[in-house]
Each structure stands twice: as structure tokens, then as C-alpha cells.
């Protein structure tokens, strides 16, 4: 055997070295997203356990977002949203006090105690919780009935009358 078969065989080693990692890699990847594929992953919280998940198993963070194809920003993100706990408090109390004032001038007065709410997130919270305010009831005319409208005799006796019949008139005469 020459310097130059040896030489090849050398590199025939290695990769097939190489590619026996591949496969290895391959089947890995394969395996742990055959345990994830069981359920179905709805949203970014429910990819980001699974990425915790598969790192438990001993992956790294970049494989497992690579396995389960999300971003790597996602394994990372958190939640930046404070608890809306004491503002809920704060609104009920509000709420209780003024009754008839709707989430927008509620949220006046929690911007004038420093408490800063998104309008949308006050409209969510005050409509889970039921504050809304009830709406008033329209007040209708009363009619009353059983008073007969007495005939017309005359002229100039009842002038709803009048009108409506020169008027009629004179709207029939033009056509």
C-alpha cells in the first residue's frame, strides 16, 4: 500500500465518520420530535415548554428550536405584563363608588392616581369582571287610550285638521 492509498483511506475514515454523526444526529432529532408530536402546539408558551422540554433531555437550546423549527427569540422571551391584580382592585373600587361612569372615564381616574392601563386592557378587565353599566331605559310617551278625538263641525275648530286637509288639498289640486 502507497503513501496515496493511505492517505484515501484516511479520508474515507472520516467521513464516513462524519456521516455516521449525521445519521446519529438525524435520528436523534427524529426521535425527540417523535415524543413531542403527540399533542399539538398551539401557541408560543406551549413551543417554549417544549424547547424547555427537549433541553431537560439534553439538547441545546439552538437543536431544540431548530427540531420544533421556532425562533430562538422565543425560548427566551418573557412575559412583561404586571399582574393586574391591585388594578383590578382599584377599578372595583372606583366602579362601586361612581357607578354610572363607563371604563373610559374610570381609566381618567386611574391615570390621575399614576396607575397607567392601555385602554384595551381596562376594556378587557372591566368586561370580565362585569362592570359594566347598565343601560337606561328609554322613556316612552304615554298614550292613553279610550279617549274618542271628537268629530269636527266646523271651521277653525281644530287646526291639526285644517292643515292637513288644505293641505291635502292643495298638494292634490297641483298634480
Request: hydrophobic content about 35%; overall charge positive; aromatic content about 6%.
Amino acid at each position: 500500500m502507497g503513501s496515496d492509498d493511505v492517505a484515501s483511506v484516511r479520508q474515507l475514515a472520516e467521513e464516513n465518520v462524519r456521516l455516521k454523526r449525521i445519521v446519529a444526529e438525524q435520528t436523534l432529532d427524529l426521535d425527540a420530535y417523535k415524543i413531542l408530536i403527540e399533542k399539538k402546539r398551539l401557541g408560543p408558551s406551549q413551543r417554549k415548554d417544549e424547547v424547555r422540554a427537549l433541553k431537560a433531555l439534553g439538547f441545546s437550546e439552538r437543536r431544540a428550536c431548530r427540531i420544533l423549527s421556532s425562533s430562538r427569540s422565543l425560548a427566551h422571551y418573557q412575559l412583561r405584563r404586571p399582574l393586574a391584580a391591585p388594578t383590578l382592585e382599584r377599578l372595583r373600587a372606583l366602579a362601586a363608588r361612581h357607578r354610572r361612569f363607563g371604563y373610559r372615564r374610570l381609566g381618567v381616574l386611574l391615570r390621575r392616581e399614576g396607575t397607567v392601563v392601555n385602554h384595551k386592557r381596562l376594556y378587557r378587565i372591566y368586561a370580565q369582571d362585569g362592570l359594566a353599566v347598565p343601560m337606561r331605559r328609554k322613556r316612552h310617551v304615554r298614550y292613553e287610550r279610550g279617549q274618542a278625538i271628537e268629530e269636527v263641525t266646523s271651521v277653525d275648530q281644530r287646526w291639526s285638521v285644517d292643515f292637513l286637509s288644505r293641505g291635502y288639498a292643495e298638494y292634490s289640486a297641483c298634480k
